[in-house]
């Protein structure tokens, strides 16, 4: 049973214009949410990530929503760039009661010329 | 501008065989991580190391599966009588004491058990 599901493999956008990458959860003791990026042949890398008591966090073009009553989170870049075509990953975690970070299966996003 | 190494890179086994993959953290992370990654799926939590203590192995999906830190900084994860199941690309992560969820990733090692 997969407590993080990203239900889109894959995503395409025109450069320029916005990604929008979802991400939703099942258990509702995780307090911890991040996003990683990663490259063929390279780990993964750990790019923007929010606190539940938070609704919205912001870095350059990377912006992360949270929704906790629809347990929904959604990663926005904008404008997307070629350089931003790579796998991303949802990640979630409720340390302080557990140690482990969950993923999910990842959507692989392809930047449009 | 050292980040997290991993090695072998690939790794090639007969089935039976036995394996080491070795880890070498940021300098100064106190906290170290393994995932096994299967093909389509997203990194799968193995175990975790605070300094030299192995904190929660509950990832490990086999008493085949071992995984050390003795002096608190390089790791390495062993594994006995590979089988074919096992085939997957193995992340090493550390992270500093102060941001730990921040986890910093290796390039992993691809083993394939033939």
């Known amino acids: 049973d997969q407590q993080v599901k990203q239900n889109s493999p894959s995503l395409s956008v025109q450069e320029g214009r916005i990604s929008i990458l979802n991400c939703d959860y099942t258990?509702?003791?995780?307090?911890?949410f991040l996003w990683y990026k990663k490259y063929p042949a390279e780990g993964p890398t750990f790019l923007i990530s929010i606190s539940s008591i938070k609704d919205k966090n912001e870095d350059g073009r990377f912006t992360v929503f949270l929704n906790k009553s629809a347990k929904h989170l959604s990663l926005h870049i904008v404008p997307s760039q070629p350089g931003d075509s790579a796998v991303y990953f949802c990640?979630?975690?409720?340390?302080?009661?557990?140690?482990?970070?969950?993923f999910g299966k990842g959507t692989r996003l392809h930047i449009l010329p | 501008g050292a980040g997290v190494s991993q090695s072998p890179r690939y790794k090639v086994a007969k089935r039976g065989q036995d394996v080491a993959l070795r880890c070498d953290p940021i300098?100064?992370?106190?906290?170290l991580f393994w995932y096994q990654q299967a093909l389509g799926q997203g990194p799968e939590f193995l175990t975790y190391?605070?300094?030299?203590?192995?904190?929660?192995k509950s990832g490990l999906p086999s008493d085949r599966f071992f995984a050390e830190r003795p002096e608190g900084s390089v790791s390495t994860l062993k594994i006995q009588r590979t089988q074919q199941e096992d085939s997957a690309v193995y992340l090493c992560?550390?992270?500093?004491?102060?941001?730990?969820?921040?986890?910093?990733f290796g390039p992993g090692t691809r083993l394939t058990v033939t």
């Open positions: 992560a550390s992270s500093s004491h102060r941001t730990v969820y921040e986890q910093y």
């Open positions: 190391f605070q300094n030299e203590a192995q904190l929660d």
């Open positions: 258990n509702s003791m995780f307090d911890y």
């Open positions: 990640a979630a975690s409720a340390w302080g009661r557990d140690d482990k970070i969950i």
């Open positions: 300098s100064g992370h106190v906290s």
